[in-house]
């Protein structure tokens, strides 16, 4: 699930897909963005990887996009 929602439909070329994923888990598990539930496959989301996240979600739409737009003029 985790790999359609970040590259789609699965395709014929999608052999390094499932290990691309789990090296972006384990990225964000290092950094203590995600934590793994219990006796279960099932990874959460911590207090502070929605902080870090939702942060980076906001400078990305929010805070960039009008930087840009100021150097551009």
Do not use: C, N
Not at 1 to 8: A, D, E, W
């Amino acid at each position: 699930m985790v790999r359609t929602r970040l590259f789609g439909p699965p395709a014929a070329t999608d052999a390094g897909r499932s290990s691309q994923v789990s090296r972006l888990v384990k990225r964000l598990h290092l950094r203590g963005l995600v934590a793994k539930i219990p006796r279960t496959r099932r990874w959460r989301v911590t207090p502070l990887g929605y902080a870090v996240m939702g942060a980076a979600v906001h400078l990305r739409e929010e805070a960039f996009p009008g930087a840009f737009l100021k150097a551009a003029a």
